[in-house]
């Protein structure tokens, strides 16, 4: 059975920073794409980074989080990771971690495992 559990969201107050971490478990983790998406109340879920697991780790961001947000993973600790800077009030959101068996992907329609979500609320 697979898993992904987020942990570390929270609140924090604006240009604050935190980093969500999501372990994996029941896959072959590094074998996987993984992704960050984020889904704010009334609105449709977002993507916002994901990280291949070929091409070094090859990384792709959503433009509003670019220069701040940083994702990485550890594949012998079956984690991924969010390194979230500079916080906005508009980064308020639940955010959710998300594997794909493909080589690179950022659509959420091509991911097939998802974590429980962890709100992340930005204090202005």
């Known amino acids: 059975q697979v898993q992904l559990v987020e942990s570390g969201g929270g609140l924090v107050q604006a240009g604050g920073s935190l980093r969500l971490s999501c372990a994996g478990s029941?896959?072959?983790?590094?074998?996987?794409?993984m992704g960050w998406f984020r889904q704010a109340p009334g609105k449709e879920r977002e993507f916002v980074a994901a990280?291949?697991?070929?091409?070094?780790?090859?990384?792709d961001y959503t433009e509003s989080v670019k220069g701040r947000f940083t994702i990485s993973r550890d594949n012998a600790k079956n984690t991924l990771y969010l390194q979230m800077n500079s916080l906005k009030p508009e980064d308020t959101a639940v955010y959710y971690c998300?594997?794909?068996?493909?080589?690179?992907?950022?659509?959420?329609?091509?991911?097939?495992?998802w974590g429980q979500g962890i709100q992340v609320t930005v204090s202005s």
């Open positions: 998300a594997a794909a068996p493909q080589p690179r992907v950022t659509v959420p329609s091509a991911y097939d495992y």
């Open positions: 990280i291949s697991w070929f091409l070094g780790g090859a990384t």
């Open positions: 029941g896959l072959t983790f590094s074998r996987y794409a």
